[in-house]
């Protein structure tokens, strides 16, 4: 039954292909996996594997990928994506010896990929459960790892009909869960998985403070910001532009924002732009969308009509410090850019739920999510510590974006709520690290 699903799934995607750019590469791309590991793996070295859906759960792995990478040079890295949004960003990544995406997981495919590489053991990235791969793991004594998982009553494995088709079954096939909280682990040992269950939290934790760590100035960036408020939106879709854009539009025109101070910097220079700031007039605003697709930028320098939209890719010295806009139209720069703003809202919250909220959170500004955020425990934690604010209309973006830019002890007690959330939760990958590779 699960193998038929799947085959299915490789019909309606080759017919999607068709029509759909982002099909046709992960069609193209799940072909083209075999001639990867063919050419590229090298059958005297010793592999350990690391599946990741997507970007995100990407992030999530890199913290233990690297230092592997560091203390065990004698292993070589082979990492697999099933989404095209995390291969086609890190296909060049260096921490991987290599990459490609993860055929579809029918049982000839998982004999052919068998045949090419063969793994000491698995680290799946959150969700993934691949039965015909974890049982071959199983039947090959390849041990597999769940790292940052999270798991809740309305998934498969926990309904009636989770015995069906083998879904409970594959959870068999793991050899050690590492888990974010307690009610995943609660909801296992229901399932006779009681002994092989460790709460560690979330290992994005670890990334965000070694990006904080770690990161690069953006010249650029910062001679954007400098002297101004900075609203920072990243990963934005159309339903949030749709709030900040209005409440970004009616400030300008109001002249000016009384700008408070964060009480958190990534660098000295950041420090020395925020601390002792008064009052900074004319306020300015960063979009790093989650599409950059022409269609949606070209939406978004519509409706800022009429104000110096500047995109990230003909910015320069000459030109950046007038614009009233930048916008970011490339990938991996995000993380790093959070660090240049007052205040930060993090899309997704209005469709496909939200998404890094800590990527913001690290530097210690508040963030704004729309309401889709009920299965996302970082965001549940963070309005929970006020450090986070939920909006739900322009009205309430609004409300809550003046007053956090406005009342100086508001602004400061949000932002050391966001700074000590992550530093309270950090230290998952060293956890796991030492359970399993020390």
């Known amino acids: 039954m699960y193998s038929f699903a799947i085959y299915l799934y490789m019909l309606a995607v080759g017919i999607a292909a068709i029509f759909n750019k982002r099909a046709r590469k992960l069609a193209i791309g799940h072909q083209y996996a075999f001639v990867r590991l063919k050419r590229q793996v090298d059958k005297n070295a010793r592999y350990i594997w690391f599946h990741a859906a997507s970007l995100g759960e990407f992030e999530q792995g890199r913290p233990l990928m690297e230092r592997l990478r560091r203390e065990h040079p004698e292993y070589k890295i082979l990492l697999t994506f099933f989404s095209p949004s995390g291969y086609e960003v890190r296909k060049d990544w260096e921490g991987a010896d290599v990459i490609c995406y993860l055929p579809l997981d029918t049982p000839t495919n998982v004999r052919i990929f068998f ?66 909280n307690q009610q995943s682990k609660d909801l296992l040992a229901t399932l006779g998985h009681t002994d092989n269950v460790t709460i560690v939290g979330d290992t994005r934790f670890d990334r965000v403070l070694d990006i904080r760590n770690a990161a690069k100035p953006l010249p650029l960036v910062e001679q954007f910001a400098q002297g101004h408020t900075v609203f920072v939106a990243g990963s934005s879709w159309p339903p949030d532009e749709a709030l900040f854009i209005p409440w970004f539009r009616e400030r300008r025109a109001a002249g000016s924002l009384s700008a408070v101070p964060s009480p958190s910097s990534a660098t000295p220079e950041t420090a020395a732009r925020r601390v002792g700031c008064a009052a900074i007039s004319s306020p300015r605003l960063i979009i790093a969308p989650h599409m950059i697709g022409e269609d949606h930028l070209h939406a978004i320098e519509q409706a800022l009509d009429g104000y110096r939209v500047l995109r990230y890719s003909t910015a320069t010295e000459a030109n950046v410090g007038e614009a009233d806009v930048l916008l970011i139209d490339c990938f991996g720069l995000l993380s790093s850019i959070y ?45 929970d510590a006020g450090a986070c604010f939920e909006v739900h209309d322009a009205t309430d973006f609004a409300h809550i974006a003046d007053r956090l830019l406005t009342d100086e002890e508001a602004y400061r007690s949000a932002a050391n709520a966001a700074r000590s959330y992550i530093a309270d939760n950090a230290g998952a990958t060293d956890i796991i690290y030492q359970a399993v590779l020390s």
């Open 115 to 180: 045949h090419y590489v063969h793994p000491e053991m698995l680290f799946l990235i959150k969700y993934e459960f691949w039965h015909n791969y974890l049982q071959a793991c199983r039947k090959r004594n390849i041990p597999v790892y769940s790292v940052s998982s999270i798991f809740r009553p309305t998934q498969i494995f926990f309904r009636w009909y989770g015995r069906l088709g083998g879904y409970r079954r594959v959870l068999n096939c793991i050899t050690h869960f590492f888990v974010q």
């Open 339 to 383: 660090r240049y703003g007052q205040l930060a809202m993090v899309g997704g919250g209005f469709g496909v739920g939200i998404h890094n909220i800590p990527e913001a959170a690290v530097y210690g500004i508040p963030v704004l999510i729309g309401p889709n955020n009920q299965n996302f425990r970082e965001a549940r934690y963070l309005l």
